[in-house]
């Protein structure tokens, strides 16, 4: 029998993709393999370990409500964007007379390219609208956003 306090030693069988896991992060942190994996044992055996795991798991989920509520703000600025912008363009844009129309159909497929080129440079070095837009903007109430148009 072992000493209290003196390490015993013990051999086990590891899955291929697992000691390379082990093994990547005993380097990573300068660690010897025998440390990491009694850690680990530590920590599965632990009686707060379900606790800690629930955290973690806590901790993951309130990071992805937030960046789902980001996406859906988001979404509505450009929803809310391309709807002021077409109600702006149709009411300021008189219709074209038909001579006139045939000459733009000739054109928009170089005004297009020009507009694809442009918001890739927008989007490639910023700044980005969602980003000049406090996240903490109080929405209005429909009857006092009618009133503003």
Same mark, same amino acid.
């Given at each position: 029998m072992a @000493?209290?306090? @003196?390490k015993?030693?013990? &051999?086990i069988? %590891?899955?291929?993709?697992?000691? @390379?896991? %082990?093994? =990547?992060h #005993? #380097? /990573?942190?300068?660690? &010897?393999? &025998?440390l990491?994996a009694?850690a680990?044992?530590? &920590? $599965?055996l632990?009686p707060?370990?379900?606790?800690?795991?629930e955290?973690a798991?806590t @901790? /993951?989920?309130?990071?992805?409500?937030r /960046?789902?509520?980001?996406? =859906?703000?988001d %979404?509505?600025?450009s929803v =809310?964007?391309? #709807?002021?912008?077409?109600?702006?363009w149709l009411t300021t844009?008189?219709?074209l007379?038909?001579?006139a129309? #045939?000459?733009?159909?000739?054109?928009s497929?170089?005004r297009?390219?020009a $507009?694809?080129?442009?918001?890739?440079?927008r989007l490639?070095q +910023?700044?980005k609208?969602?980003?000049?837009?406090?996240?903490?903007?109080?929405?209005m109430?429909?009857?006092?956003a /009618? +009133?503003?148009?």
């Open positions: @000493k209290p306090g @003196k015993q030693r013990l &051999s069988y %590891l899955d291929p993709p697992v000691m @390379k896991a %082990l093994v =990547e #005993a #380097a /990573r942190r300068n660690l &010897s393999r &025998s990491v009694e680990a044992i530590a &920590s $599965f632990s707060d370990a379900a606790e800690r795991q955290a798991m @901790k /993951r989920l309130d990071q992805i409500d /960046r789902l509520n980001r996406l =859906e703000r %979404l509505g600025i =809310e964007t391309l #709807a002021v912008f077409v109600r702006f844009t008189p219709q007379p038909e001579p129309q #045939a000459a733009a159909r000739a054109q497929g170089k297009y390219d $507009f694809v080129a442009a918001l890739g440079r490639a +910023g700044p609208l969602r980003n000049e837009i406090p996240e903490d903007v109080m929405p109430s429909d009857s006092s /009618r +009133g503003s148009e």
